[in-house]
Every structure is written in C-alpha cells, then in structure tokens.
C-alpha cells in the first residue's frame, strides 16, 4: 500500500510539473499577435472630425515634404538684430569675452537673414547663462512672424553645474554630497523637443530670400553669442568615422590601459538635480560598503527628462584606439529601455550612439558600446584631457510617445464634441443617434483605433515586449472599434471611454520617464580583453548577509552627524514630512548651517501625532519644523511653545513675510511661529476651450456666474472647492467675506463675525454656485480638467505641479490667473485671498528668564544674558542651581532662534526649494513663505508676477481659542443650505451663535477675557 501511495503522489507530482511547463513552453511555440491586419492599407495620416487648431511637428514635415536640405550654413549677424521689432534686448561688448546680445526674461528678438536656398535647416545657437533663478531658459521661435508648429513654443536651454566643492564627512564617516554651483560658460545647442519626442534636432523650414527669426523669452534672461541655420545633422557610420582617423586599429599596439571614471565624479551636468547618490542594494556597486552611506554612482529617479546630461573628464596618457563600457543599471521599468546619446568630446562619433539602450535588468549591467552584431566600437583618443556624455532620450520610443500624446488629444476633442450632446452621466435608456448626429466623431473613432492599434506593435516592435504600458492603448482601440461597429454602445460605454483615455494618457507619463544609473565608465586600450562587472550567487549571499549584520550595527536611521547630549551648543530638530526633506534640510545643516554657527543640530523625522505627547512627558524637541498652522496658538494657551517676540530681531525676520502669512500665529501680542509655506487659491484654466467658446477669463465672481450659461450650455463645468467631510476646504467662502469687507473674528478674536453683513452676502453668493447654478460639489479637478470636463477650476497654487506633471498632453493649453475677485461700489476688484500653511515653533522646556522676576534687573536682556553674574538672593526664590538651568535654557533658545532665522531666510529656503524640486521633480515645487524666495523659484516672469501679486494680496484667518468649531459649523451650515435648502442668512446666524459658544466656553476655560453681548 504504502509503495502504491508514493507512486500516486510521485505521477500527481509530475503531472502538475508538466502542466507547469506546458503553461509557459506553449507561448513560445506562437508568435505574439500583432494587429497589422487592423491598419495596413489605410491612410493614418488624415484627420476626420474636430481637429487642432495648432499644428504638429509631423504635419508641419508632412507640409513642407518636398522640401530640400541645402548643405551650406547660414550664419545669422545676431548683434544686427531688428530694434524696432525687438524688447528687452541689448548689445554687450565683451560679455565673458564674446561679443553678444543680452535677452531680458521679458524680452523678444528679431533678425532679418538672408537665406540663399529655401529648405529644411536645423537651427544651432551658442549661448550663456546669466545669473537669475538657476532654472532653464525657456523660448519660443517665430518663422516670419508665425510659430511653425507646436513644440517650438517649449524650446528649453540647459544651464550648466558641478560640485562646489569636495565630498564632505560627517562625524559617522557617512558622505556629504556636496551643494551644486552654476557654471558660467558658453554652450552650443541645438533646438529640440523638450520633451524628447525627436531624438534629432527640430527641422525648420526657410524660404529663399529674406526670413525673420524671432525669438521671445518666458523665462530667464540669456546672453546670445551665435545663431546659425546649419544643414540637417548626419552622423557618421562607424566605416565613415574609421575614416576620418589618422590611423587604423589594427596598427595601434598599447595595452594594459584601463581608464575608470566614477559615475559620481562627474565633471559637469545639466541639472542640478544629477548629483551622486548612495547605493546599497546591489553586491557590486563601485565603491561597495554596507556600513557608511557612501556616494557611489549617478542617475536615478532624477535623471528621466530628455535633454539631461551628464558629463564626465578623463585623462588618456597616450595617443591610441580605446573601448568604452559603461555599467550602467535600469531597474525602474520592465518592458521598457532607457536609452542615452554618447558624445565623445562634445560630438556623437558614430550614428548608432545617438540612441544606445538599457533594457530592464535587476541589477548592475556592464554594457561596452558596440555595433549589432555586439563588436566593441573602437574610438581613437589623443593624449590627454577628454570628455564623455551621456544624454537622456526617448529614442525609437520618442516617436511613438508624440503620436501618443497626440491621439490622446484628438480623443479628448472627441469626448468633448460627444459630451454636449450626452452630458458627463448619458441616459442608457435614450438613443442619442451620436453616429447620425456626429458622424465624422464617429468616423474619428474608427481611425483614431487603426493608429492606437499601429502604436502598439510599433512599441513592441522597439522594446521587445508588450508590456502593461501600452496595454491602455489597446484597451482604447478595441473600445473604438466596437463604437464604430455599434454606436448604440458609445453611450453605454462613454463614462469608461474617458476612463480609458486618461489612463492612457497616465501611462504615457510613465513612458516618457528614461530613468538610468551610472556606476563607472571603463575606458580600455582596444588590445585588452573586456572583462564584464557582473554579479553572481556567492557575491550576492555574502553582500545579503553582511547587509544584515550591520543593519545592527551601525544606525541607518540618523541622519548625517549625530551629536551626544552635553555637546555644547547642541539642539534638536524635528521634523514632521518625509525622510527626503529630512536628508536634505539635515546635509544643509552639515555643510553651511553649524560650520558658521557653531551650534550643533541633531535631526529627528517623527510621526506627527508623536509631538503632543512627547512635548507633554518634557522630551520634546527644541525646534519642530513643517508642523501644523493651528498648533502655535493652542501651544502658547498651555505655555508649551516660546514667544518669539522675545528676541529684538523678531520683526525684522517678520518683515521677510506677509503679515498674513504670521496671522495665524499671533496670539495676546506675541508670536508663536514663523511661518515656513504659504499657500492660497489660484484659478486653472483652460484657454482652448474658452478660446473655443469665444469666452474671456474672468475677473470677478460675477464674470464667472456670467459664462456658466456658455460653459454648461456644451456640459462643461466649473469647479469651486466644496466642504469635503476628511478635509474641509472653506477657503473660498473666506476669501469672498474678506472681499466683501467682511472678516471671520473680531478685533480680539472673542467672537465670529462672518455673520455679518458681508458674511452673509458672502454665504449667499457662496452657496447659490451650487443651488442656483448647479456647480458639482464632488469632482476629481485633475481628472476633469485634462480631458477638458471642467474648463475653469478654483485650487491651491499647488495644483499647478500635478498638472504639469500629470497631465503632459494639455501642456500650452492651460494656464493659471488670479483668484476672481469682488468689485466694489467704486469699480475697483477686492482680491482678498485667503492663505494657509505650514511653520516652525520653537518648544518651551524648563524655566527661563520670562518665568522670573526680572524688576531688580532691569538692564538683563534676552541676548547679553550669558555670562552674568549671579548674586544669590537678588531674585526672590531663585538659587544658583536654577539661575544656572535658566541660563542653560537662554542659551539653548538663543542657538534654537538663530536655527529658525536660518531656516526661513531667502538663501536658505531658495536652496531648499531647488534641491526638493531637483531630488522629487517639478511635483515637489517647493510654496515657501519667503517673500523674496518664491521670486527665485522655478516659476517664469508671467506666473511670477501672478503668484506675487496673489500674495500680497493674502489675508490671514487668525487662530483663536476654540477656533476649531468655526469651519465645522460654517461647513454644517453650507451643507445644510445646499442639501435641506434651508435659508441661507438664517443658516449662518444660527450656525455663528453655536460658533460663538464654543469659542466663549474655550476662552472661560483659559481664564481669558469674553465677549460682550
């Protein structure tokens, strides 16, 4: 029996392993389906239904197909540019030795040139950055008075940066990169795709005779040395470079040359963001240590826009043929290939290495710059200094991600051309007849699904492999050509149409990210042999377990240098976001802050529920940064925080902000906190659409009431921030009361007074968006403002990073303005914008000089105590001990103040803003408090100005005791008047009196004065 059972278990055994293999052998037996079938023979290139009004890089070749490409230069006189058709432009002599005209960041330029031959010519400038906001120069080219095609409108120039400085250590032996510095140096460029759609350069096309080139400005100013129209780029074959060298490999007979660059050592980058980084993950990365964090390669999460560059200098000590390999690891993406542009001392010397790629692989890859058949490239190489760059591209996969975002966009016109007719949620029950009423839509579907399905093989084509990237493309095409086949289902099928195409448009985010790292760059005499850095079992093992014993080793988790308590000078920071901004507020600390101080920081990243309780058991922090706008106030009530009214550089500091932007920490005369972000409401919109439409932006809630009809009568909406129950946002309604001249306290914050008179007509106009005029109260405003649902959003400055970053297809079809205001009885518009955010407190631990009777000393200040004498018995009740732990604690808040002004300071803050942005991407733009340091953030001079005026125009909402109940009453109340219908001023009274109770009841519990009746 027991021989028949292990027969029975062993054939179940093999028989669930052969179905195993079957399960995966099969596939490989059948080739991968493609749909060639679905569009061979038919003309993708026409346009049905609603189209662009602007044109694309592909119909602007398609126009000029017949074009030639002349092959002599044009060289334009940029000193004679045309000053009566140019602002903001001026000759400079001698300008970094060059001769050159210096662009404003407000400024247009134009040239006359004559061009010999009418064709297609790429278009080279040699330029230099000047010193401003250290963000990229962005233009826009104009071909006789006329943009040429959409893209030429984004056109970016790279600044240049590099270490300031050698690699620093802290008192853990950890490395501490070092802060990034311009470079001020000329630099050609071509102009290009920004996004990196055209792995080449843009061709323009040139009539023969006399052109006009303009070039405008919208952000950074620039020094122009050279502008020339040169014949369209070739390069080289590997045959043709062997050519133009003055020997042959095979006579070349070096050896034992090996040339290794660190990927951290670059010489010279393109963002600041590229700076080395710290790997631990892998077994083999070049210098390897589990202990100290080590900077040890390049890339990363950082290195994904196309256009990003990274250069390395290298020193060859003879004349000769060399290899090149590079180690490079893309682990980011399955299915997908990261490719780079080589140049070789500013050039790419071979055609195939304007597009080398790096296909997914978990670990480090040792890839040596070969041709098809994987023969190493040999490169001739001169004694001495030498330059090597990698640049990021899309490739092959450029081309496909442009038609992508193209076809995303004629979607949405599609959606948008349906949706007047069905509204956002169609009646399943009713036959709309869409193909009757909208035939070339549904026509549009029908080709817009043979070129989502060509999209799809050709990405495969390129990768290898179909992958859940381009899988929303085919979801789309399949949903299309069933509409076209039956159009009786667009109506069901409508809501995930939408669905479909912004997960398209997602995806293609991902796509357009060409993430890479860099551990080395190997330089080898071409006689060597080639060994390849890989990893195996046995290094892998050993690294998993000496990662492990030293995780109990050595503590990870601080950041940067650790001080021990009794080190003099020494606070503690805590910090409440993430471990990004930690590591970065903390290598600030360790490079500039304590080296010119002298007051030792040790920073702590905490949980934020974790403060209250640790500051009431006394082990609390010094400093807490980035914390709560409502907490100052409720810890000035306990005596829990210090007045920073205490130290006689507090206005001064003060003055660095908008009063609003302290209101809310003010309380009984002093301040509990210096603010750090400020945020307040902008308005987003859609230009096409109101373009479309023939609808001007508004200026003032009525402007906005006034379009509603045009905006809904093509179902499309408006969004007003509505009371979410997890979050409630009133800073609309706010911001309308302090129009209105109305205000939310009293002078002394006992009572609310948004009943008011101008409360209440506030609260009326308010809430009639939503009863009179049917504004959603639930939205997704990133969602419905890509797809062009919702035209006009009301939102948190903020939102702009999500935008530009989330949603890449609408790019140039939005913008943002002022919050609408409110026009008064002399015509002038009240912009009162209600602000928020986030600050620093400094924490109240132990006895100090306000807990004392000071009387008998009167000449004892705040900032000379230190050193005093103490005459025991000159204040009643104090001994030494304690006068010693007072004088400890003045000087602890004296080091703590001097933390804080740091901190919120222009430089700081400016610097703080750039490394969050460097390190996360445009999403993480930085909303600092800083008057002067949002103007040198990474906005252009139109958002500047907007964003400025915008705050100067903030008002504070002040915190009170007991001001917690004032949103959540004035949100029952909004509720209840848009969803009971109850009269709105009643509403409002009523709810201010349960308002004023509550605040009346706090104020009784602090022993603090009330209001009257």
């Not at 401003?132 to 962005?138: A, H, L, P, Q």
């Not at 020094?223 to 590997?238: E, F, G, M, R």
């Not at 750090?676 to 373009?691: C, G, H, S, V, W």
Request: net charge negative; hydrophobic share 35%.
């Amino acid at each position: 029996m027991i021989g028949i059972k292990i027969n029975k278990t062993l054939r179940n055994v093999l028989i669930a392993l052969a179905v195993i293999i079957l399960i995966f052998a099969i596939p490989s037996f059948f080739p991968e389906k493609n749909y060639h079938a679905k569009y061979d023979n038919y003309d993708l290139s026409t346009n049905v239904g609603t189209v662009s009004t602007t044109r694309t890089y592909a119909e602007y070749l398609k126009q000029y197909s017949a074009a030639k490409n002349p092959k002599s230069k044009v060289n334009v006189s940029v000193l004679d540019f045309d000053e009566s058709k140019s602002n903001g432009a001026r000759v400079e002599k001698n300008y970094k030795g060059k001769d050159v005209v210096f662009t404003e960041e407000d400024s247009s330029v134009t040239w006359k040139v004559e061009v010999p031959e009418a064709g297609f010519y790429n278009i080279n400038m040699e330029y230099i950055a000047v010193p401003s906001r250290n963000v990229n120069m962005d233009r826009i080219l104009y071909i006789n008075g006329e943009l040429p095609f959409s893209g030429a409108d984004t056109l970016a120039f790279y600044r240049l940066w590099k270490d300031g400085g050698p690699v620093k250590f802290d008192n853990r032996g950890n490395s501490i990169r070092p802060t990034q510095v311009e470079v001020f140096e000329y630099q050609n460029a071509f102009f290009k795709s920004d996004l990196g759609y055209e792995v080449d350069p843009y061709k323009f096309y040139f009539k023969q005779g006399q052109n006009e080139i303009t070039i405008e400005s919208t952000s950074e100013p620039m020094a122009i040395s050279a502008l020339t129209l040169t014949p369209i780029v070739k390069y080289d074959t590997y045959e043709q470079y062997l050519a133009k060298q003055p020997s042959k490999p095979e006579s070349y007979t070096g050896k034992n040359i090996s040339i290794k660059v660190q990927g951290e050592d670059s010489s010279l980058r393109s963002d600041p963001s590229l700076f080395a980084r710290y790997d631990r993950s892998s077994a083999i990365t070049d210098p390897y240590s589990t202990k100290q964090t080590i900077l040890n390669y390049t890339g990363g999460d950082s290195w994904k826009i196309p256009g990003q560059w990274i250069e390395w200098e290298l020193e060859v000590p003879e004349d000769g043929w060399y290899t090149i390999s590079l180690k490079a690891r893309q682990f980011f993406q399955r299915g997908y290939v990261a490719c780079r542009s080589v140049y070789i001392d500013g050039e790419i010397p071979v055609d195939t290495l304007k597009s080398v790629g790096f296909k997914y692989d978990s670990d480090w890859q040792f890839a040596t710059l070969s041709d098809e058949n994987k023969k190493p490239y040999n490169f001739y190489l001169s004694k001495g200094k030498h330059t090597i760059r990698l640049e990021a591209t899309l490739g092959e996969i450029g081309k496909v991600m442009q038609q992508v975002q193209d076809s995303v966009y004629r979607l949405n016109l599609i959606y948008r051309t349906i949706l007047v007719l069905t509204g956002v949620n169609p009646d399943m029950n009713r036959d709309y007849e869409i193909h009757k009423v909208f035939p070339d839509e549904v026509e549009a579907m029908m080709l817009e699904s043979r070129r989502l399905y060509k999209l799809v093989d050709d990405f495969v084509a390129i990768t290898g492999q179909k992958s859940n990237q381009i899988s929303p493309a085919e979801v789309l095409a399949l949903q299309l050509e069933q509409f076209y086949k039956h159009p009786d289902r667009i109506t069901k099928g409508f809501v995930s149409f939408k669905d479909n195409t912004t997960t398209l448009a997602s995806s293609m985010l991902q796509m357009t990210e060409t993430k890479l790292d860099i551990d080395y760059i190997l330089v080898q005499s071409a006689n060597d042999r080639i060994k390849p850095d890989r990893s195996n079992f046995f290094k892998n093992t050993a690294h998993e377990v000496t990662s492990f014993i030293n995780s109990y080793l050595y503590d990870s988790s601080s950041l940067g240098s650790v001080y021990k308590d009794g080190t003099d000078h020494l606070i503690e920071v805590w910090i409440v976001t993430g471990r990004d901004q930690s590591q970065v507020l903390k290598n600030m600390i360790d490079d500039s802050f304590t080296p010119n101080s002298g007051i030792n920081v040790n920073v702590k990243l905490i949980n934020p529920n974790s403060l209250l309780t640790a500051v009431v058991a006394g082990n609390g922090p010094d400093i807490v940064i980035s914390t709560y706008q409502s907490q100052p106030v409720d810890y000035a009530l306990r005596n829990a925080n210090v007045n920073l009214r205490r130290f006689k550089d507090c206005d001064e500091v003060l003055s660095w902000f908008m009063p609003s932007a302290y209101k809310p920490y003010e309380y009984d005369g002093g301040v509990y906190a210096l603010p750090e972000q400020l945020t307040f409401n902008l308005m987003f919109y859609r230009k096409d659409i109101l373009e479309q439409l023939n609808l001007e932006v508004p200026q003032t809630w009525e402007d906005l009431i006034e379009i509603l009809p045009t905006l809904q009568g093509n179902n499309i909406s408006v969004g007003v921030p509505y009371p979410n129950i997890i979050a409630p946002d009133m800073s609309a309604f706010y911001s309308m009361v302090y129009q209105s001249g109305g205000q939310i306290y009293n002078k002394d914050g006992t009572k609310s007074t948004v009943d008011s008179e101008a409360g209440i007509a506030a609260f009326k106009t308010y809430t009639s968006l939503y009863n009179s005029y049917g504004l959603p109260t639930i939205y997704d405003f990133m969602s419905r403002f890509r797809t062009g649902e919702m035209a006009i959003g009301i939102a948190n400055y903020t939102t702009y990073n999500s935008i530009v970053v989330g949603a890449p297809e609408i790019r140039g079809l939005w913008d943002f303005t002022y919050l609408p205001g409110t026009m008064d009885e002399k015509g002038n518009i009240n912009r009162a914008n209600v602000a928020g955010g986030v600050c620093s407190m400094m924490i109240k631990k132990g006895i100090d000089l306000d807990d004392l009777d000071l009387s008998n000393l009167p000449e004892l200040a705040y900032s000379d105590n230190n050193g005093t004498t103490f005459e025991e018995g000159i204040i009643p009740g104090i001994d030494e001990k304690t006068w010693n732990e007072v004088m400890k604690n003045e000087t602890r808040m004296a080091d703590s103040w001097e933390f804080l002004k740091w901190w919120v300071s222009t430089d700081v803050q400016v610097r703080f803003g750039r490394e969050m942005e460097a390190l996360l991407g445009s999403s993480a733009r930085y909303a600092t408090a800083n008057k002067e340091a949002l103007k040198q953030l990474s906005w252009n001079s139109r958002q500047i100005k907007v964003l400025n005026e915008s705050m100067e125009n903030t008002v504070g909402v002040p915190e009170v005791p007991g001001s917690y109940y004032t949103p959540r009453h004035i949100v029952n109340a909004t509720r209840r008047v848009i969803n009971e219908k109850d009269d709105a001023r009643e509403t409002l009274i009523d709810y201010t009196r349960k308002i004023n109770e509550e605040l009346t009841r706090k104020r009784q519990e602090f022993n603090l004065p009330v209001a009257e009746d």
